[in-house]
């Protein structure tokens, strides 16, 4: 490499720049308006340098140049000092609304492009592709997040996914089709290299504006097609993925041990001459579960529904429970860790309290008496029995403190009658400035109403954990469920006395949002479709209730008033190929901008290469029902970005339920950089504005959504059909194929007796009777 010039030194870059010039003229006492337009000039040359391809240092002296001219002074920077100045007092005054200013938005952009480091905000969700972040996140220690070097080691598949996207920018649609067509019609034209070229040039520069007329006259549904609508991209999976397990056995037995309400529903007379294992394994059935990880515990949480059923019916529950459990990092289960209450105050003193108890029970010392003594054996027996009066107490005490896991819920219900209990929990993450607790999200039986409800718990409170949502100016379906939780920023608490609120997605199709409140349940409609006037053929009834939905992971800065959140709703639909019901996961993109929700990108189903558990797990066919449903998002982590292509290493954790019996862990990887290519691969509105087409957009993504979902249950059931086994007959099916047997051999023989076959001096081929030898 050559020399830098003297010029370009770091010397004289730090002497010679626009802020040293500007520090020197603060600071000298001859501080003339010579001097303070220099110092002003300076200040702007840092500024609009940002803008072009020259150094602050280049632009400071190019304008320097002409700065000493009167006629450039007079014409040109005083009246843009004057713009500049009025800008600002705007940009001021809105901030004052509530709102950034001007300046702190162009802040934020430079930092998050040009910074190295996370921005608050940037001003187009497309500016996420241009984020720099990788000085920040590359150098970020993973020690407290839940990656593991098994999750870094694994080996993951690479899928293609298929979604399709709404809020198609139709101006620009257009432009691009007419681009495209009059492409075509120059090159159908070509005779030679020369004219390629006129082509080409004809093609770049010129719109033809009769076919710009035509096509501004067509609608929405007729220019877009679902091709256009189309997006490919990829994601991985882990191969390997852990199966969540649990036992039933401890659990019917610690039941037993209360002698409570409980155990009196889980007992039956006529169980009496059966053994426990025969218990277990025809009426007590686990469903999956679900997951999210906490930071602060350094573990996972996974809650998931446990049915006891009299009939011995998994889908025919007697009453149904949430069971708890704690997994590590590597998804190994913690027997007996202990989460403290957030509305409790743990005394200072516990410990020593706890271990002064040892000293009240007076729990005896039996080294003094020999060994192989009858003393001995004795004073063993009553110690051991002091030390477990004693564990009770001291569990008792601390069960006022902490939740210890693993446990049974203590949701409350009516069990007067089959069908009872809470039922298909999910769990979400509620974090505050100081705290994070699970919220755990089911559908019950509600005694009062007589109808099915929807209910949170908040298993890390000890006053009024349970809360029943009830909907405001709205009459609730007889079965309320498959509600999918996600925080908007506006619910946090404002107070110490509120718990704040929570949003749910109530439906897909039509979109319909609200608003909750963790303190009394009543929910508010914010979105629905009387918003977008939407008519009822715009509804599809097979997009249900899946993971929760969380924003994009805190490491990325957000995107000026708006919001945007990924989840995995359920697809559920019936005879299209695979059975008579279908459960798939989906992948859903919601954004919202001045309280209007729209579904951005929607991947009709995901199957992760799983062979399904049929129903009676013993086949992996296409029977009658066929369950692959998402659970939960258990976190989601960036762990490094490539500074050359800005492309994310990004982590996710699902947990899907096979069969509605198997939990499994599943690793996904680059579901980031999945959600952000719409935005380099889609001409995309930066916002879904209400209009008199809102009806056409949605209708059209509808469509095409119900399209690739049974497009992907046929496919999976032609490569899953069921093996039709013959029938086994009858015993009078039997007998009439044994006669009939019978009677066609006697047949055989008598034709072969009628032929010359059987005249003196023939030998008989005995594999073959008719062949002479």
């Given at each position: 490499?050559?020399?830098?010039?003297?010029?370009?030194s770091?010397e004289s870059?730090?002497?010679?720049?626009?802020?040293?010039?500007?520090?020197?003229?603060?600071?000298?006492?001859?501080?003339?308006?010579?001097?303070?337009?220099?110092?002003?000039?300076?200040?702007?040359?840092?500024?609009?340098?940002?803008?072009?391809?020259?150094?602050?240092?280049?632009?400071?002296?190019?304008?320097?140049?002409?700065?000493?001219?009167?006629?450039?002074?007079?014409?040109?920077?005083?009246?843009?000092?004057?713009?500049?100045?009025?800008?600002?007092?705007?940009?001021?005054?809105?901030?004052?609304?509530?709102?950034?200013?001007?300046?702190?938005?162009?802040l934020g952009?430079?930092?998050?492009?040009?910074?190295?480091?996370?921005?608050?905000?940037?001003?187009?969700?497309?500016?996420?592709?241009?984020?720099?972040?990788?000085?920040?996140?590359?150098?970020?220690?993973?020690?407290?997040?839940?990656?593991?070097?098994?999750?870094l080691?694994?080996?993951?598949m690479?899928n293609?996914?298929?979604?399709?996207?709404s809020?198609?920018?139709?101006?620009?649609?257009?432009?691009?089709?007419?681009?495209?067509?009059?492409?075509?019609?120059?090159?159908?034209?070509?005779?030679?290299?020369?004219?390629?070229?006129?082509?080409?040039e004809?093609?770049?520069?010129i719109?033809?504006?009769?076919?710009?007329?035509?096509?501004?006259?067509?609608?929405?549904?007729?220019?877009?097609?679902?091709?256009?609508?189309?997006?490919?991209?990829?994601?991985?999976?882990?191969?390997d993925?852990?199966?969540?397990?649990?036992?039933?056995?401890?659990?019917?037995?610690?039941?037993?041990?209360?002698?409570?309400?409980?155990?009196?529903?889980?007992?039956?007379?006529?169980?009496?001459?059966?053994?426990?294992?025969?218990?277990?394994?025809?009426?007590?059935?686990?469903?999956?579960?679900a997951?999210?990880?906490?930071?602060?515990?350094?573990?996972?949480?996974?809650?998931?529904?446990?049915?006891?059923?009299?009939?011995?019916?998994?889908?025919?529950?007697?009453?149904?429970?949430?069971?708890?459990?704690?997994?590590?990092?590597d998804?190994?289960?913690?027997?007996?860790?202990?989460?403290?209450?957030?509305?409790?105050?743990?005394?200072?003193?516990?410990?020593?309290?706890?271990?002064?108890?040892?000293?009240?029970?007076g729990?005896?010392?039996?080294?003094?008496?020999?060994?192989?003594?009858?003393?001995?054996?004795?004073?063993?027996?009553?110690?051991?029995?002091?030390?477990?009066?004693?564990?009770?107490?001291?569990?008792?005490?601390?069960?006022?403190?902490?939740l210890?896991?693993?446990?049974?819920?203590?949701?409350?219900?009516?069990?007067d009658?089959?069908?009872?209990?809470?039922?298909?929990?999910?769990?979400?993450?509620?974090?505050?400035?100081?705290?994070?607790?699970?919220?755990?999200?089911?559908?019950?039986?509600?005694?009062?109403?007589?109808?099915?409800?929807?209910?949170?718990?908040?298993?890390?409170?000890?006053?009024?954990?349970?809360?029943?949502?009830?909907?405001?100016?709205?009459?609730?379906?007889?079965?309320?469920?498959?509600w999918?939780?996600?925080?908007h920023?506006?619910?946090?608490?404002?107070?110490?006395?509120?718990?704040?609120?929570?949003?749910?997605?109530?439906?897909?199709?039509?979109?319909?949002?609200?608003?909750?409140?963790?303190?009394?349940?009543?929910?508010?409609?914010?979105?629905?479709?009387?918003?977008?006037a939407?008519?009822?053929?715009?509804?599809?009834?097979?997009?249900?209730?899946?993971?929760?939905?969380?924003?994009?992971?805190?490491s990325?800065?957000?995107?000026?008033?708006?919001?945007?959140?990924?989840?995995?709703?359920?697809?559920?639909?019936?005879?299209?190929?695979c059975?008579?019901?279908?459960?798939?996961?989906?992948?859903?993109?919601?954004?919202?901008?001045?309280?209007?929700?729209?579904?951005?990108?929607?991947?009709?189903?995901i199957?992760?290469?799983?062979?399904?558990?049929?129903?009676?797990?013993?086949?992996?066919?296409?029977?009658?029902?066929n369950?692959?449903?998402?659970?939960?998002?258990?976190?989601?982590?960036?762990?490094?970005?490539?500074?050359?292509?800005?492309?994310?290493?990004?982590?996710?954790?699902?947990?899907?339920?096979?069969?509605?019996?198997?939990?499994?862990?599943?690793?996904?990887?680059?579901?980031?950089?999945?959600?952000?290519?719409?935005?380099?691969?889609?001409?995309?509105?930066?916002?879904?504005?209400?209009?008199?087409?809102?009806?056409?957009?949605?209708?059209?993504?509808?469509?095409?959504?119900?399209?690739?979902?049974?497009?992907?249950?046929?496919?999976?059931?032609?490569?899953?059909k069921?093996?039709?086994?013959?029938?086994?007959?009858?015993?009078?099916?039997?007998?009439?194929l044994?006669?009939?047997?019978e009677?066609?051999?006697?047949?055989?023989?008598?034709?072969?007796?009628?032929?010359?076959l059987?005249?003196?001096?023939?030998?008989?081929?005995?594999?073959?009777?008719?062949?002479?030898?």
């Amino acid at each position: 490499m050559g020399k830098v010039p003297p010029s370009d030194s770091a010397e004289s870059l730090i002497e010679s720049s626009p802020e040293a010039d500007a520090r020197r003229s603060r600071t000298s006492d001859n501080y003339t308006p010579r001097k303070a337009l220099k110092t002003a000039t300076s200040l702007l040359a840092v500024a609009l340098a940002s803008v072009t391809d020259l150094s602050p240092r280049r632009y400071f002296h190019q304008v320097r140049r002409l700065c000493y001219g009167r006629r450039f002074v007079a014409l040109v920077l005083l009246p843009l000092s004057v713009l500049i100045l009025l800008v600002v007092s705007l940009a001021q005054m809105h901030s004052s609304n509530g709102s950034d200013s001007l300046l702190q938005q162009h802040l934020g952009y430079m930092t998050s492009f040009y910074g190295n480091g996370a921005a608050t905000l940037v001003d187009r969700k497309k500016d996420l592709l241009k984020v720099d972040l990788s000085a920040k996140i590359n150098s970020a220690s993973l020690a407290r997040t839940p990656i593991t070097q098994r999750m870094l080691n694994d080996d993951y598949m690479l899928n293609i996914l298929t979604g399709f996207v709404s809020n198609l920018d139709l101006d620009e649609h257009k432009k691009e089709l007419l681009r495209q067509n009059h492409k075509n019609h120059a090159l159908h034209n070509i005779t030679d290299d020369a004219d390629a070229n006129v082509a080409k040039e004809v093609h770049q520069n010129i719109i033809d504006v009769k076919a710009l007329e035509r096509q501004g006259r067509k609608s929405y549904d007729s220019v877009v097609t679902c091709e256009d609508l189309s997006y490919n991209g990829t994601i991985m999976h882990s191969i390997d993925n852990p199966i969540l397990s649990d036992d039933l056995l401890s659990i019917r037995r610690e039941i037993l041990k209360q002698g409570d309400w409980l155990t009196r529903e889980v007992k039956d007379d006529r169980d009496k001459d059966k053994t426990e294992e025969e218990i277990i394994d025809t009426q007590w059935f686990r469903f999956g579960g679900a997951s999210v990880w906490l930071e602060s515990e350094q573990c996972y949480v996974v809650y998931s529904r446990v049915v006891y059923s009299r009939v011995k019916r998994k889908n025919h529950p007697h009453i149904s429970l949430v069971r708890a459990q704690a997994f590590d990092k590597d998804w190994n289960e913690i027997i007996g860790k202990k989460i403290p209450y957030l509305d409790v105050d743990i005394p200072r003193n516990l410990q020593q309290e706890l271990a002064q108890l040892d000293v009240e029970m007076g729990i005896e010392n039996c080294d003094r008496f020999a060994q192989g003594s009858l003393e001995l054996e004795n004073c063993n027996v009553r110690r051991a029995k002091a030390v477990l009066l004693n564990e009770k107490k001291k569990d008792k005490i601390l069960s006022k403190y902490y939740l210890t896991y693993p446990t049974i819920l203590q949701i409350p219900f009516y069990a007067d009658g089959d069908w009872k209990g809470p039922e298909d929990p999910r769990v979400t993450l509620r974090q505050g400035e100081n705290f994070e607790e699970p919220l755990v999200l089911f559908n019950m039986y509600d005694h009062a109403e007589g109808k099915r409800r929807m209910f949170s718990f908040m298993p890390h409170r000890k006053i009024d954990p349970l809360v029943k949502f009830s909907i405001l100016d709205r009459k609730q379906r007889n079965d309320e469920k498959n509600w999918s939780p996600f925080f908007h920023p506006s619910d946090r608490a404002v107070s110490k006395l509120s718990r704040g609120f929570i949003h749910f997605i109530y439906s897909f199709g039509p979109l319909d949002i609200m608003r909750c409140s963790l303190n009394d349940g009543v929910c508010e409609m914010v979105f629905d479709a009387k918003t977008l006037a939407l008519s009822d053929s715009n509804s599809f009834g097979g997009m249900r209730g899946g993971t929760q939905f969380v924003k994009l992971p805190a490491s990325l800065p957000g995107v000026r008033n708006k919001n945007m959140w990924v989840g995995f709703p359920k697809l559920h639909i019936k005879d299209c190929g695979c059975g008579k019901i279908f459960y798939r996961p989906m992948l859903d993109v919601l954004v919202e901008s001045g309280g209007v929700y729209h579904q951005e990108l929607v991947v009709p189903a995901i199957g992760f290469d799983i062979d399904v558990l049929s129903w009676d797990l013993k086949s992996t066919e296409c029977m009658e029902t066929n369950i692959l449903s998402p659970n939960s998002i258990a976190h989601w982590n960036v762990i490094n970005q490539n500074p050359d292509s800005l492309m994310f290493d990004d982590f996710m954790t699902l947990t899907v339920s096979e069969s509605d019996t198997l939990t499994k862990v599943i690793t996904l990887r680059g579901v980031l950089n999945y959600v952000l290519g719409i935005y380099r691969e889609k001409q995309i509105k930066d916002d879904f504005e209400p209009s008199l087409e809102s009806d056409d957009i949605i209708g059209k993504t509808i469509s095409c959504l119900i399209g690739g979902a049974e497009q992907h249950c046929a496919a999976y059931g032609q490569s899953h059909k069921r093996i039709e086994k013959p029938r086994e007959l009858t015993p009078e099916e039997k007998k009439a194929l044994e006669k009939k047997l019978e009677r066609e051999n006697k047949e055989k023989l008598e034709d072969i007796g009628k032929s010359d076959l059987m005249k003196p001096g023939h030998k008989i081929n005995l594999l073959d009777p008719k062949k002479k030898e």
